[in-house]
């Protein structure tokens, strides 16, 4: 009955005609920048954190998650009628979903994704429901000790599921970290690394840093990059209802892809790209005729879908039970909430019930808005396609540089973000990922304020960490980790599945 309560709060919340509004305008934005190449879901997020200052909590959160799971929906439109992947999470529906447009199956194709997006949308909005409530349990059982142990074990997941070199990762998680440390220690007074300048006593501002490496430093290496040459748009669209035979090939692939995007998504530092292309590849994998593949299966298009919708909404379940954010979108959401005043941790359950099911009853129905509207607007998405970056960068500066001085009237805020602009620049073009950076800086502060806390109900003894059952089996996890990395065969299979 708990559930059910929990649920028709979730939807009184979420039905509301402002929440319902602002719904709407997240999941269109979200598609706009899924069919948009190079302006992915991050960026955007970080660009509209100053927004959303002035609006209600669960107004703020469900917009920006409205533009999360919405951007999965855009990027499979262009990837299948032009071959150009708005989003990441999209290259991989390129491949089956173009050929069956070029095969004169365009509409099939985008049924199929629709359907598959909005069926693994569902199906995770339950999976969510399902275990918000015991694991909100479980985390009301966390002290300082077992809540440092599983920030560990998110910032060594976040390591060793990043894209690239696991010692830059190291480093990138190492340097938030130490980023988080600038500003006056509570517990001295002392200034730490501000170098004698005010506006650091604070901290380093989250959304300065965020919109400058993931915001402006994207579209700055967008704009040297020669525009894609995009094959040709089909001038007509048919068959938008797909037949009963594609719908009983495709069901199978929906249900895996939106298993494995269930799963993947709640790991630490997975990504957008991790779920669409493990589930395509089990789908080969498992297929009778895996030479089928990339030549038009209706199954590389139906199971990718449903596992980046399903990936992008689960992802949710450490931020809203825990206060641990998967991935660098979720721990902007943490600096959304950070801007309404709300500490997120294991008791945000408890203390924001209408937020946290808001938001959860607002995926399903952000779910049901774009189903409808994605759809019939098919030739509005492909026509954004040519725009060029010249004339979006000057306004993307211009609103970066507006909100950025609106969080706190301070130009200083300004250059800090111009400058992890160019910090964010550099690392793209040296290929050092910045989203574990982005981690540390979050969740630094919050793992020195919990290890200091388990200090001293501990009275300095470190044995505390390893007595206790919940954050011994949380850094057991760790270790288990590591000596699995350390195999010769796992790092092998890792670094193929990165370059794949």
Same mark, same amino acid.
């Given at each position: 009955?708990?559930?059910?309560? $929990?649920?028709?709060?979730?939807?009184?919340?979420?039905?509301?005609?402002?929440?319902?509004?602002?719904?709407?305008?997240?999941?269109?934005?979200?598609?706009?920048?899924?069919?948009?190449?190079?302006?992915?879901?991050?960026?955007?997020?970080?660009?509209?954190?100053?927004?959303?200052?002035?609006? /209600?909590?669960?107004?703020?959160?469900?917009?920006?998650?409205?533009?999360?799971?919405?951007?999965?929906?855009?990027?499979?439109?262009?990837?299948?009628?032009? $071959?150009?992947?708005?989003?990441?999470?999209?290259?991989?529906?390129?491949?089956?979903?173009?050929?069956?447009?070029?095969?004169?199956?365009?509409?099939?194709?985008?049924?199929?994704?629709?359907?598959?997006?909005?069926?693994?949308?569902? +199906?995770?909005?339950?999976?969510?429901?399902?275990?918000?409530?015991?694991?909100?349990?479980?985390?009301?059982?966390?002290?300082?000790?077992?809540?440092?142990?599983?920030?560990?074990?998110?910032?060594?997941?976040?390591?060793?599921?990043?894209?690239?070199?696991?010692?830059?990762?190291?480093?990138?998680?190492?340097?938030?970290?130490?980023?988080?440390?600038?500003?006056?220690?509570?517990?001295?007074?002392?200034?730490?690394?501000?170098?004698?300048?005010?506006?650091?006593?604070?901290?380093?501002?989250?959304?300065?840093?965020?919109?400058?490496?993931?915001?402006?430093?994207?579209?700055?290496?967008?704009?040297?990059?020669?525009?894609? /040459?995009?094959?040709?748009?089909?001038?007509?669209?048919?068959?938008?209802?797909?037949?009963?035979?594609?719908?009983?090939?495709?069901?199978?692939?929906?249900?895996?892809?939106?298993?494995?995007?269930?799963?993947?998504?709640?790991?630490?530092?997975?990504?957008?790209?991790?779920?669409?292309?493990?589930?395509?590849?089990? /789908?080969?994998?498992?297929?009778?005729?895996?030479?089928?593949?990339?030549?038009?299966?209706?199954?590389?298009?139906?199971?990718?879908?449903?596992?980046?919708?399903?990936?992008?909404?689960?992802?949710?379940?450490?931020?809203?039970?825990?206060?641990?954010?998967?991935?660098?979108?979720?721990?902007?959401?943490?600096?959304?909430?950070?801007?309404?005043?709300?500490?997120?941790?294991?008791?945000?359950?408890?203390?924001?019930?209408?937020?946290?099911?808001?938001?959860?009853?607002?995926?399903?129905?952000?779910?049901?808005?774009?189903?409808?509207? $994605?759809?019939?607007?098919?030739?509005?998405? +492909?026509?954004?396609?040519?725009?060029?970056?010249?004339?979006?960068?000057?306004?993307?500066?211009?609103?970066?540089?507006?909100?950025?001085?609106?969080?706190?009237?301070?130009?200083?805020?300004?250059?800090?973000?111009?400058?992890?602009?160019?910090?964010?620049?550099?690392?793209?073009?040296?290929?050092?990922?910045?989203?574990?950076?982005?981690?540390?800086?979050?969740?630094?502060?919050?793992?020195?304020?919990?290890?200091?806390?388990?200090?001293?109900?501990?009275?300095?003894?470190?044995?505390?960490?390893?007595?206790?059952?919940?954050?011994?089996?949380?850094?057991?996890? +760790?270790?288990?980790?590591?000596?699995?990395?350390?195999?010769?065969?796992?790092?092998?299979?890792?670094?193929?599945?990165?370059? /794949?």
């Amino acid at each position: 009955m708990e559930l059910f309560d $929990n649920l028709l709060l979730g939807f009184s919340t979420a039905l509301q005609l402002n929440n319902l509004l602002y719904c709407l305008i997240g999941v269109f934005i979200g598609t706009a920048i899924g069919v948009l190449p190079g302006i992915g879901p991050i960026p955007t997020v970080a660009l509209l954190l100053p927004f959303t200052y002035g609006l /209600e909590p669960a107004s703020s959160i469900i917009l920006l998650a409205g533009i999360f799971y919405g951007a999965q929906y855009g990027g499979s439109t262009t990837a299948i009628l032009v $071959n150009v992947p708005g989003e990441t999470s999209s290259v991989i529906t390129c491949l089956d979903g173009h050929q069956m447009a070029r095969q004169g199956k365009a509409g099939t194709a985008l049924a199929i994704a629709a359907i598959s997006s909005f069926f693994a949308g569902t +199906v995770a909005t339950v999976v969510i429901a399902l275990l918000s409530v015991p694991l909100s349990v479980l985390a009301l059982k966390f002290t300082a000790v077992e809540y440092f142990s599983l920030l560990v074990l998110g910032l060594f997941a976040a390591v060793i599921l990043a894209h690239g070199s696991l010692m830059r990762a190291l480093a990138m998680v190492l340097l938030g970290l130490l980023l988080g440390l600038i500003g006056i220690d509570v517990s001295s007074g002392a200034a730490r690394m501000t170098f004698g300048i005010p506006e650091l006593s604070d901290g380093l501002d989250f959304v300065p840093v965020a919109m400058g490496l993931f915001g402006l430093g994207e579209i700055i290496a967008n704009l040297e990059r020669p525009a894609e /040459e995009r094959s040709s748009i089909p001038q007509g669209v048919h068959g938008l209802m797909p037949r009963w035979a594609d719908l009983k090939a495709a069901f199978p692939a929906m249900v895996r892809g939106t298993a494995i995007g269930s799963i993947m998504g709640v790991l630490p530092g997975g990504g957008a790209a991790l779920p669409p292309f493990t589930a395509y590849a089990v /789908e080969k994998k498992i297929a009778r005729d895996p030479s089928r593949f990339g030549k038009g299966a209706i199954e590389g298009v139906a199971s990718p879908e449903a596992a980046n919708n399903a990936g992008a909404q689960t992802s949710f379940i450490p931020l809203l039970t825990l206060g641990i954010p998967a991935n660098a979108l979720m721990a902007l959401m943490i600096g959304a909430l950070m801007i309404q005043g709300i500490q997120p941790g294991p008791q945000i359950m408890h203390d924001q019930p209408a937020l946290v099911w808001g938001v959860i009853a607002s995926m399903w129905t952000g779910n049901l808005m774009l189903l409808i509207i $994605n759809l019939p607007l098919i030739g509005l998405w +492909v026509a954004m396609l040519k725009i060029p970056y010249r004339l979006l960068f000057p306004a993307i500066a211009l609103f970066c540089c507006i909100g950025t001085y609106g969080i706190a009237n301070s130009t200083f805020n300004i250059w800090l973000m111009l400058g992890c602009a160019a910090v964010g620049y550099f690392f793209i073009k040296v290929r050092v990922e910045p989203a574990p950076l982005l981690l540390g800086l979050v969740l630094g502060p919050q793992l020195e304020e919990n290890f200091r806390r388990a200090m001293l109900l501990a009275d300095g003894d470190f044995t505390v960490f390893v007595s206790r059952p919940i954050s011994a089996v949380l850094l057991g996890t +760790v270790v288990v980790l590591l000596l699995a990395l350390a195999s010769p065969a796992v790092f092998r299979k890792r670094k193929e599945a990165l370059v /794949e």
